[in-house]
């Protein structure tokens, strides 16, 4: 079950990495020393409380309103989290692949009804952590404890990193660092969603595509 973990920090470093490797080589290494630190009866617990199950293209895992009650680590296929605008349009914030992790965090640590949608792009194998049965073995393991914070510190970098690039980068070079980082998106995604989560139009994407490609 440590392979949860690793999961979780290869998802920063492939899909998620920001572009301060400095920073981000520092705190990698002390989520590695972290896990490898683990007590075993810490990772047999998980082990334990863990399960795999498939979920078709375009099946929910989460819905706007519903409470997020489980972590999902993607084995195999693609997910996105995404929001509904005030009129109605989706807004793709995230593309999940082999090795990420899906979660909606606020839902999930404060256990409040989800702003998010969480849904499979694919056909998809998940392995997820229920948060009923995981938060009582934080407390039995204050080892688990802190390796949460320290995961939870390095997704505030990649979300530092993300309004960075909003901010700072044009949509050319937006879509340039997605496919440097992320090739595999573009055979694995509609562009429809890879539009919306570099926040552009499509003919906008189209034009880039056609210039970069």
């Known amino acids: 079950m440590l392979d949860f973990y690793h999961a979780r920090v290869r998802q920063t470093i492939s899909n998620k990495a920001p572009a301060d490797q400095p920073v981000l080589d520092a ?36 819905r706007e309103g ?35 992790i899906a979660i909606s965090l606020q839902s999930y640590t404060l256990q409040l009804p989800s702003r998010e949608y969480i849904q499979a792009i694919t056909d998809s194998s998940v392995s997820l952590l229920q948060h009923r049965d995981y938060e009582p073995l934080k407390q039995q393991f204050p080892a688990l404890h802190d390796l949460d914070r320290m995961l939870t510190e ?41 539009a919306s989560f570099l926040g552009i139009t499509l003919e906008t994407l189209s034009r880039i595509r056609a210039k970069y490609d």
Request: net charge negative; charged share 20%.
């Open 27 to 62: 705190c990698l290494a002390q989520i590695s020393a972290a896990m490898q630190a683990l007590p075993p009866e810490a990772a047999d617990a998980l082990g334990v409380i863990s399960r795999t199950c498939q979920v078709a293209k375009g099946e929910f895992l989460l």
């Open 154 to 194: 390095y997704y505030a970098l990649w979300l530092e990193e993300r309004l960075w690039q909003f901010h700072t980068l044009d949509a050319t070079a937006r879509y340039r660092l997605l496919l440097t980082r992320s090739p595999q998106v573009l055979r694995e995604v509609p562009l429809t969603y890879i």
């Open 66 to 100: 519903e409470i997020c009650t489980a972590g999902y680590w993607v084995e195999s296929g693609v997910l996105r989290k995404y929001s509904l605008s005030p009129d109605g349009k989706e807004i793709t914030s995230e593309l999940c692949l082999p090795q990420d």
